[in-house]
């Protein structure tokens, strides 16, 4: 039951209050990842989703749908969930999700729009890698024109969404191929913040097998801040976006403003290369 549920959010939402809409992962296949390995996919039945908007606090201004992939309950239902959020929680300027790609194909754009504008107003999505290789690798279920493609989808409904990605997913040797490859990819789109994760090889995933039977051989931590260098180097948004290394993945935290702030993440992020060939 999604009550006793481990709930996994954003850092950026810590502070949010949270509305249970899915349990476990609808999908539940990536290499990588054994966050719900052993939960039963289960959609929270909207009447309890509404007892629970009319417990909350009236001036409530955000709100963080607890889940995966809320997404996944197609538009019919998200539409209705917004419903009762505007009802019962009338100041609530802002509803946040994680999202799937393979989700995101469920809705038109028209659909997207009617969801933003009843105040869905933030996605945050797991791109990983701007290599399709490493997406079948890692299992991820879509391509990168696929997500391109679905990314300027949300463009055009005008709903705000931040870019996760994942640095060392490619694995030895592989770094800064793949980090050309995921800035080619995130700059044919507009995102409020591209959020960086260090990959981290998961108890019971099918990732760890591989490394166990010498099928993958991760990066080093060098390799991996050179990583993140030539995706700074690279990355060329249209429109200020914030680039985010503050998860506690991370090798380095960082955060600054593209491309105002460039030369100043850049200048951090070689000290940290150089501090580690020192050391080493």
Known sequence: ??????????????????????????????TFCSMY????????PLPDIEKQLMNMYVYTDK?????????????????????MVHLHLPYCACVASYAAIRSI??????????LHDAGLRLLYI?????????????????TVEQAVQQAKKLNEANL??????????????????NAIATAKMINQFTTDRVITMNLVIMDRSKLREKVKNHEYITSGRKERLIE???????????QPTIFDTTHPTNLVRMKGV?????????????????????DN
Request: with cysteine.
């Open 1 to 30: 039951m999604y009550g006793s549920d481990a709930i996994h959010y954003p850092q950026d939402e810590m502070t949010t209050v949270l509305l249970p809409v899915t349990s476990g992962c609808i999908y539940n296949k990536c």
């Open 37 to 44: 390995k052993d939960e039963e996919y289960y959609e929270v």
């Open 63 to 83: 709100i963080f749908l607890v889940g995966s992939d809320p997404m996944s309950i197609g538009f019919k239902k998200m539409k209705q969930l917004l419903d």
């Open 105 to 114: 194909f469920k809705y038109s754009v028209e659909e997207l729009s009617i």
């Open 126 to 142: 797991g791109f990983e890698t701007g290599r399709d290789d490493i997406l079948k690798l890692m299992n991820k279920g879509h």
């Open 160 to 177: 705000a969404f931040n870019t996760i990605i994942m640095y060392g997913i490619a694995g030895e040797g592989e770094s800064v191929d």
């Open 228 to 238: 993140i260098k030539t995706l700074l180097e690279n990355l060329e948004p249209e």
């Open 258 to 278: 593209l491309p105002e702030e460039r030369r100043r993440l850049l200048r951090e992020i070689r000290n940290h290369i150089k501090a580690h060939s020192r």
